[in-house]
């Protein structure tokens, strides 16, 4: 049986969804899974990477992204060396920064992990030494704040946090890879809906940005992001409406409307299978009122 790594077994006793681990060197662990992602850096020493069905060879600079779910290990470790950034997205404000906006950070946090059995790891991050001494530092600033926790250490430490994670998209966005770039290539669409919700998109249009045939388009997406292009885009569109819902006293057509739907009834509907309440329901509910916390 696969040991899970529980988050309160690792994250602090209050509980902040942010930990770096400095791996120096990296020691037998045995194959695992956790409750939460990880940033992995390798800074040093080479060694293999496996996840149960596969295995990589692992040098300076690879960067990469293991979702909680997804079973990993070391084996063959000469010297290795790295960073382990462990966050639970869930409870950052990942959605409140522009992050989905950039193609890297989808490259890299969803679609390298999904496709990287494909790939077979090619598709990984490779830092060069002036990225990895950029990144060391925005890790060591992290670390700092997490250490010392002093008042508003949170907010330094979940802003460090998308410093480095816009850091690490815009170096992947970068890459001269070939199988990085084809990953690029549905992030590009994928960054698209994120940046242009409010406006008319069309699968022709999402085809034309990823330079892929319709069906392997379609197919790819799908596969990657657990929904086809059309249902992704509503799905964001109805996930800015539940935030101007928390954070406006916009009335529900104006939401409607300014999330880029053109009926509100149809908006409606949407909103009921997507939230299993109607957006005035949502509204009210004492929960649904935005924190800042």
């Not at 992050?99 to 950070?105: F, I, V």
């Not at 990953?183 to 249009?205: C, G, K, V």
């Not at 949407?270 to 935005?290: V, Y």
Request: with cysteine.
């Amino acid at each position: 049986m696969i040991r899970k790594l529980r988050k309160q077994d690792w994250f602090h006793e209050d509980g902040f969804p942010i930990v770096v681990e400095r791996r120096d060197p990296q020691k037998p662990f045995g194959l695992h899974s956790h409750e939460f992602s990880e940033i992995v850096i390798i800074t040093g020493g080479k060694g293999v990477h496996i996840t149960g069905e596969d295995s990589y060879e692992l040098t300076t600079g690879d960067t990469f992204v293991i979702g909680g779910d997804r079973p990993h290990d070391y084996l063959n470790m000469n010297r290795l060396r790295l960073i382990n950034v462990l966050f639970d997205s869930n409870e950052l404000p990942m959605a409140f920064s522009d992050l989905h906006s950039l193609p890297g950070y989808h490259a890299l946090f969803t679609l390298e992990p999904a496709w990287r059995k494909r790939h077979m790891f090619s598709s990984r991050l490779q830092l060069s030494p002036v990225e990895l001494v950029e990144t060391i530092r925005l890790v060591d600033q992290l670390d700092q704040e997490l250490t010392h926790r002093r008042p508003g250490f949170g907010a330094m430490a979940t802003t460090t946090l998308l410093q480095l994670a816009t850091f690490l998209s815009r170096c992947y966005s970068q890459s001269r890879n070939p199988q990085s770039k084809s990953l690029l290539r549905i992030a590009d669409a994928i960054s698209h809906i994120e940046r242009h919700y409010a406006n008319p998109i069309t699968l022709n249009e999402l085809v034309k940005i990823s330079g892929m045939s319709r069906r392997n388009f379609i197919r790819t997406f799908e596969t990657t992001m657990g929904a086809p292009p059309i249902k992704y885009l509503i799905g964001v569109r109805l996930q800015r409406a539940c935030q101007l819902l928390q954070q406006t006293d916009q009335s529900i057509t104006e939401i409607a409307m300014s999330v880029g739907f053109n009926d509100s009834n149809y908006f409606s509907r949407q909103f009921k299978l997507f939230n299993g309440s109607s957006p005035r329901e949502f509204r009210n509910r004492p929960s649904s009122k935005f924190s800042s916390r």
